[in-house]
């Protein structure tokens, strides 16, 4: 059974978007896994599945590469708003998910903008495994310590760095992301404050590895450079993939905007999702 798919991505972060409104959709971990593969499938950094929302104008179901699920994924959000302002000729929606319902909007031409919903700071939100300040974790691994925690719906882990470009990204951040303070792991931000407006970043993304963007991690590196001090409430965020522009607002909500753009589309065969 031929089943249409898009490749999309936002600076750089890419995804298989499947559409499971009209006909069910299952896809299995493996089929995440092969969905995801670079070689053997279509190749992304998420699975994105579009499904019927109970209170928003359309759901979106997350999975890694690995397979396990996530509450949030900011590039894939803003690639999901394009998708429903195609069909509804709006410029305004809502997309729901785990974690919330997410207002979007298209905010100048070529850019959409996402209320990710607030920034939860507790360490029971994060989670962290047992209490503790998410400002000043006693976490370090090789040359980074010392990171700020926070959830976008998804766990995030931000470290403080000189260059992100300098470290071992492929070894640490398997380490950070299984790190047992992360009941759930967690996402790994390596941030550089290039000055009070501008952070240079790299991630380590839970369930995918290194990513060329993650808007989440935009989000929560902001929010974390905020909290200690680093940064004023908005900021470009500069990620090898492309610049996201994140404004924590007074009410706790963070506005993530940025790019998107549709790579191809494709079909394939649905048994192959939960073989
Ligand atoms: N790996 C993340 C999900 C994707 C986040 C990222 N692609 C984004 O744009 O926010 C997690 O397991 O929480």
């Known amino acids: 059974m031929p089943t249409p798919f898009r490749k999309m991505h936002g600076a750089g972060n890419d995804f298989v978007i499947l559409d499971a409104r009209q006909t069910p959709l299952p896809i299995s971990e493996a089929g995440a896994r092969w969905l995801a593969d670079r ?9 994105i599945r579009l499904e019927n929302a109970p209170d928003g104008d359309v759901f979106m179901r997350i999975l890694n590469p690995d397979g396990s699920e996530a509450g949030a994924c900011g590039n894939a959000t803003r690639c999901v708003a394009r998708i429903l302002f195609e069909e509804t000729g709006s410029e305004t929606g809502v997309i729901q998910t785990i974690s919330g319902l997410l207002p ?3 905010s100048a031409p070529g ?8 920034a939860r700071l507790g360490w029971q939100e994060v989670p962290l495994a047992h209490e503790a300040d998410t400002l000043h974790l006693d976490l370090s691994e090789g040359a980074v310590s010392d990171p700020a925690a926070c959830s976008m719906g998804n766990p995030h882990a931000t470290f403080f760095v000189d260059d992100p470009w300098a470290l071992p990204l492929d070894v640490i951040g398997p380490r950070l992301e299984h790190a047992a303070i992360f009941p759930d792991r967690a996402n790994i931000g390596f ?10 970043l790299r991630v380590w993304e839970r369930g995918a590895g290194l990513t060329l963007a993650c808007g989440s991690g935009a989000c929560a590196t902001l929010v974390n ?18 610049t996201l522009t994140i404004t924590w607002r ?17 079909e394939l065969d649905a048994a192959l999702l939960d073989a």
């Open 225 to 242: 450079a905020h909290r200690r001090g680093l940064t004023g409430r908005r900021a470009a965020v500069e990620l090898p993939g492309g």
């Open 111 to 118: 850019l959409i903008e996402i209320d990710m919903g607030p």
């Open 191 to 200: 941030a550089q404050i290039v000055s009070p407006e501008h952070i240079r």
């Open 104 to 106: 979007a909007r298209v």
């Open 250 to 266: 007074e009410d706790g909500h963070v506005l993530m905007e940025g790019p998107t753009a549709l790579s191809f589309m494709g």
């Open 39 to 47: 070689n053997r499938g279509v190749g992304a950094d998420q699975i």
